[in-house]
């Protein structure tokens, strides 16, 4: 296959393909693509997306959100293991892994629980996992509350050189809150969710990871405080790695007016403080990885009051335009500090073989209309979770074609 009059580098060349990856970039004479005004990226690599299967399909299943994946210009994607039963074991992750191979349009990595059932009490088996193809382990959902439990699952994953994603908060402070605490939610008389519920258990892992020596990776951060712990741990030589989420970047806890369920999620959107230390955060290098936290949910899950609603944004389809918008349109950083953010850093954290744009790499690709401007609109989702907040915005840079290990698995709408 050959990519045709694609912009790399500032550059018009061709991409000529084969056996999934980049023979040649240059000139060619033959015919192919048509690649006329987009901009070719290394696909897009998600370290955090719910897929919801098994158990949970009538959110999303492995078809559907690996649709989701490609329509979004991703090449891979991590699913976490909240799901019904979870993924706690060899034969799960197995399972999975057989799954993915007969029906995703994307690479997928299942991510193992850290915890039996991620009931935060028993170490899971994570060589039998990885063995099977775990990429990393996670109690997502819920974090692993007991620190004697998560130091020895640290120092496991230090022997066998796996991450450990950890969904940083504090039950205790989160107390049965739904939204970020401050006048908005005290507005609506919904109960808030202090930035210390997030922040206590970012240390505590810090901590653990400093005594031990090893690498530790948090979630979905949301908050100044946590950019700035994260930041002075950097600072100090600790292992600490962490993402944010496109939400964190383009919306604040505004978008809960009128008790749009649509914008509650965990952590909690923020205020506009928060966003823009976020945004610091990613331009001093603060914060490693943009991943999704793609969280679809039905409309049952939805529509109903908010302390009842489920917490999730589905993320997949809107990622890369979002942050597009919010960052690069708006001079805070360059497009290739943005694939590097959701391409190369959670590759290289995970271990994973790189994709930039070069002879003889593998051949993900995304190629991106980056003048297109658009209106958000979830109807369209390929993604059976249709629940953004995100719908009706204005937003630049639409993912036209997205090749997949060689193949195009998306193009214009339509998954191939
Ligand atoms: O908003 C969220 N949704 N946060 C989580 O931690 C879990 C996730 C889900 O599984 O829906
Ligand atoms: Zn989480
Ligand atoms: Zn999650």
Known sequence: MILKNVKLNNKIVDILIEDGKILKIGKSTVE???????????????????????????????ESGSSAAVAGG?????????TTPVVDCDYMVEYIKLKAEKVAKCNVHP?????????????????????????????????????NVMKQALEYAKDIDVLMLCHCEDMSLTNGGVANEGAIATALGLKGIVTASEELDIAKQIILAEMLDTRVHICHISTKGSVQLIREAKARGV?????????????????????????????????????????EGIKDGTIDVIATDHAPHTFKD??????????????LETAFSLCYTYLVKTGEITLE???ELMSLKPRDLLRLPTNEIKEGNIANITLV???????????????KGKNTPFNGFEVYGKVAKTIVNGIIKYEDGVIK
């Open 302 to 315: 939805k529509h109903c009051i908010f302390n009842d609603a489920a917490n999730g944004i589905s993320g």
């Open 369 to 383: 209309d980056l003048d297109n401007k658009y209106k958000i609109d979830s109807t369209t989702f390929k993604s």
């Open 111 to 147: 991510v193992g629980a850290i915890t039996v059932g991620s009931n935060g009490e028993l170490m899971a088996e994570y060589n039998k996992m990885k063995d099977k193809g775990a990429i990393a382990f996670s109690d997502d959902g819920k974090p692993v509350a007991n620190p």
């Open 239 to 279: 292992k600490v790695s962490c993402e944010t989420c496109p939400h964190y970047i383009s919306g604040t806890e505004d978008l809960i007016d009128g008790y749009n369920t649509f914008a509650k999620v965990n952590p909690p959107l923020r205020t506009e403080e928060d966003r823009l230390a976020i945004i």
């Open 74 to 82: 991703y090449s891979d994607v991590c699913c976490m293991p909240n």
């Open 337 to 339: 500090k943005l694939v």
């Open 32 to 62: 192919g693509v048509d690649c006329k005004g987009l901009t070719a990226v290394p696909a897009f690599c998600d370290m955090h997306t719910h897929l919801r299967e098994p158990g949970q399909t009538a959110k999303e299943d492995i």
